[in-house]
């Protein structure tokens, strides 16, 4: 079953324009990453938030975890054309080092 | 730079072929993945390594199998290609022991089975 759930399935902005996408899980978690994949390429890791963090900034990118609803939120702020990418979640799955990785969001940035 | 090799970008394959994809990575790295993508399921684990000869069943392990030989080394067989199985499969390593969790993955082999 899956464990992450991203929310928007897709999603399309203005340059400039700030970008969120939410992640649902089930079980409880140790830790939450976001990845990020170019079109037809391998996953790239963005940033990992652990499970007694509520917030964490990477550049332009902060992340948000509230564990009592089991969910995450990434937002991209000031976009741009190259942050066009799907962007998926993962939870491991009740601390193991295996990862449970969502359907992502699609995010198409226009210039 | 870590690095994350596959050995083919695609692949043709013909039904009931004997399929091996490999991945390498140079960064000795413990744990190995092999995962598939397909439109609409995200990314499903395949099988996993946690040290060489170590395998554990991932999600949807069926029609495959594994080989972990060499540290840096781990093998998918598809041991009877069926159109099923036509997908992208993707690499992944990473550390042991909690020293990072960050997976780093290869760009992907796109799998056709006709």
């Known amino acids: 079953s899956q464990q992450g759930e991203e929310d928007p399935q897709a999603l399309s902005i203005q340059e400039g324009e700030n970008a969120t996408m939410n992640c649902s899980y089930k079980?409880?978690?140790?830790?939450l990453q976001w990845y990020r994949q170019n079109s037809g390429r391998g996953l790239v890791h963005l940033i990992l938030?652990?499970?007694?963090?509520r917030e964490k900034h990477s550049g332009r990118l902060r992340v948000t975890l509230d564990t009592s609803k089991k969910s995450s939120s990434l937002l991209i702020t000031a976009s741009r054309a190259a942050d066009t990418a799907s962007y998926f979640c993962?939870?491991?799955?009740?601390?193991?080092?295996?990862?449970?990785f969502g359907t992502g969001t699609r995010l198409k940035v226009l210039a | 730079d870590v690095k994350v090799t596959q050995s083919s970008r695609y692949l043709v394959k013909r039904t009931g072929e004997k399929v091996f994809l490999e991945c390498v990575q140079d960064?000795?790295?413990?744990?190995m993945f092999w995962y598939r993508q397909d439109p609409g399921l995200g990314l499903r684990l395949i099988y996993f390594s946690y040290d060489v000869k170590m395998k554990e069943k991932g999600d949807i392990p069926e029609g495959y199998s594994v080989s972990r030989e060499k540290k840096e080394r781990f093998s998918l067989i598809l041991e009877s290609a069926s159109t099923n199985q036509t997908s992208m499969y993707l690499c992944?390593?990473?550390?042991?022991?909690?020293?990072?969790?960050?997976?780093?993955f290869g760009p992907g082999t796109r799998l056709t089975v006709t």
């Open positions: 992944a390593s990473s550390f042991h022991g909690g020293r990072s969790y960050e997976q780093y």
């Open positions: 993962a939870t491991d799955a009740g601390g193991t080092y295996k990862y449970i």
């Open positions: 938030i652990r499970s007694n963090e």
């Open positions: 960064m000795d790295h413990e744990n």
């Open positions: 079980t409880s978690i140790n830790n």
